[in-house]
């Protein structure tokens, strides 16, 4: 199998890149899937320029959308969404496997992000980072995690299987084949894929048939 790529927020890596100076270092990521994984490390804050330490940033509704405001009121959503789609071009071109990302950022969060709106002190409704929607639209196919849902033992050896199973296609669709050997391909994984998708097996099955 070629070399499975997976990008990460910076900080779970141990990066002291943190608004306060410190890190996330996450020992799954670095005790374990290291072994068997490069990582490609991005960290969106310091991307766009801002220091470290630096003021705190979160999500504020203004009007129909959503921005990325500092605490001195500085709006860093255009810098982040300009940054963020050069990186995601320069991820896709590196052929990615997955990527796994801090939860609860403004910047990286997957879900349940707090949004505040300008007129209450507490936030209103979750979101989703900027940087991570960025990702979700321009990787769809992607494995993405959020570091705080791999304690959890199922979901953590799902998101695993679906990175090796990433590669495995990758590698397939690389080199030269046929018919013949998309059929054998299919044969050897339709269990992986039926584990995580009946129906998308059924759909998938069906499509190979023909």
């Not at 996330?24 to 994984?37: I, S």
């Not at 979160?58 to 969404?81: Q, S």
Request: net charge neutral.
């Amino acid at each position: 199998m070629s070399e499975i790529l997976i990008g990460v927020s910076a900080c779970l890596l141990g990066e002291q890149v943190r608004y306060d100076g410190g890190h996330k270092r996450n020992a799954f990521l670095l005790e374990e899937l290291a072994t068997h994984v490069r990582f490609v490390p991005a960290c969106p804050e310091v991307g766009i320029g801002l220091g470290v330490p630096r003021e705190p940033i979160r999500l504020v509704r203004r009007g129909d959308g959503l921005r990325l405001v500092g605490a001195g009121n500085g709006d860093h959503t255009d810098a982040m969404r300009r940054w963020a789609d050069t990186v995601v071009g320069d991820l896709r071109a590196q052929d990615l496997c997955g990527f796994v990302l801090k939860k609860g950022s403004p910047s990286c969060g997957l879900d349940r992000v707090g949004v505040w709106d300008e007129a209450r002190s507490r936030p209103a409704r979750p979101g989703r980072g900027v940087f991570a929607q960025a990702l979700v639209d321009g990787m769809p196919g992607l494995p993405i995690e959020e570091e705080g849902r791999l304690h959890d033992p199922g979901l953590r050896e799902h998101f695993v299987d679906r990175v090796f199973g990433h590669a495995r296609v990758r590698d397939f669709f690389a080199g030269r084949w046929t018919a013949e050997s998309l059929i054998r391909f299919h044969s050897a994984e339709k269990a992986a894929v039926m584990a995580h998708d009946v129906e998308g097996a059924r759909r998938l099955g069906r499509l190979v048939a023909g």
